[in-house]
């Protein structure tokens, strides 16, 4: 049976469906780099042609399931934190934990800003930013309900914080065979496998000192000395 446009809302979200799964497919496989919209549209059964009635790049793809990862990570640690007050020690430990079985956001974030973001074009990636602003809203209000302490700005540079060292962390503590040779052979620390503690005390220590500084205000001024 031949290629069938889609004809309604629905059929369009089902060939959508398809070449995301598609996409994803090859992402477990191969670097983003190496990827294509002709390797997509392959993978999804699709003509090159075809594929193009829905997205325009691979850039608009990868934003989309870049979003959808991040609203699963979001919800995560939602119903980890359900909306108790924790020790800062309990919410850095519910944090990083949270970040456990949503790896592949983590390895997209790392190439979004050196890659996707410079790619994508500005519609997408204005529609792209709208729905990371609503994400970031409602993480803002989870991490004020946990640490009441945390006044609205110190919650968004947090997150900000947080995001910079994740996309740092991440890679240093995922390294190839080769990378984790010659850090051997160097004689160096070998940081692989252990994100999650590393991030943990990152940000349990980012946090203990933002919460007891004498310059923690709403608009961060410390008396002059």
């Not at 191969?30 to 042609?49: C, N, P, Q």
């Not at 990868?62 to 939602?78: K, Y």
């Not at 890659?115 to 529609?127: C, D, Q, R």
């Not at 962390?169 to 692989?192: E, F, R, S, Y």
Request: aromatic share 10%.
């Amino acid at each position: 049976m031949g290629f069938i446009r889609a004809r309604s809302y629905a059929q369009k979200e089902v060939r959508q469906a398809e070449i995301i799964s598609a996409a994803i497919r090859l992402y477990e496989k191969m670097g983003y780099e190496e990827i294509t919209l002709a390797a997509i549209a392959k993978e999804a059964k699709f003509t090159r042609s075809n594929l193009y009635k829905y997205y325009c790049s691979k850039d608009e793809i990868f934003l989309e399931i870049l979003m959808t990862d991040i609203v699963a990570w979001r919800e995560e640690l939602q119903d980890r934190l359900q909306g108790k007050r924790c020790s800062i020690e309990e919410f850095a430990t519910h944090f990083a934990q949270s970040y456990r079985t949503h790896v592949r956001f983590l390895d997209t974030l790392t190439i979004l800003f050196v890659f996707i973001e410079k790619n994508a074009s500005v519609e997408n990636l204005t529609e792209f930013k709208s729905g990371l602003k609503t994400e970031l809203a409602h993480l803002v209000g989870l991490t004020c309900q946990s640490l009441p302490a945390m006044s609205l700005q110190l919650a968004e540079e947090f997150l900000v914080m947080q995001i910079a060292t994740a996309n740092g962390l991440h890679p240093m503590t995922n390294l190839t065979t080769k990378q984790q040779q010659a850090v051997v052979a160097a004689g160096l620390d070998n940081p692989h496998g252990s994100f999650e503690v590393r991030f943990r005390n990152i940000i349990a220590a980012y946090l203990r000192g933002v919460l007891t500084s004498p310059c923690n205000s709403s608009d961060h001024s410390c008396p002059s000395t």
